[in-house]
């Protein structure tokens, strides 16, 4: 299927193409990282979000990996007095 052409895609059609469990998509919805709609008792959710949500999990990743790691130093290397 297609994705670049789907505005929307119910729970269950969105756990599959994503991957991801529907009581995870609840919580991305309920803390804003995915926008859905509701028509009648229908919920979709909107592709684009989905999108946006990949993008920011990249960058924060691309972050990540591009900062240094600190060393730390172990007790038996640091000098006695």
Same mark, same amino acid.
Request: aromatic fraction near 4%; hydrophobic fraction near 35%; charge should be positive.
């Given at each position: ?23 995870? *998509?609840?919580?991305?919805?309920g803390g804003g990282s995915l926008d859905s709609i509701? *028509?009648?008792?229908?919920?979709? *959710? ?12 990249r960058l924060t990743s691309a972050e990540r990996t ?16």
């Open positions: 299927m297609d994705t670049d052409c789907i505005i929307t895609a119910p729970i269950g059609e969105f756990c599959r193409l994503s991957g991801i469990g529907r009581t995870r *998509i609840y919580e991305l919805i509701t *028509i009648g008792r229908r919920r979709l *959710i909107v592709i684009d979000s989905y999108r946006r949500l990949i993008e920011r999990q591009a900062a240094p790691i600190p060393r730390r130093h172990s007790l038996a290397r640091l000098p006695t007095s």
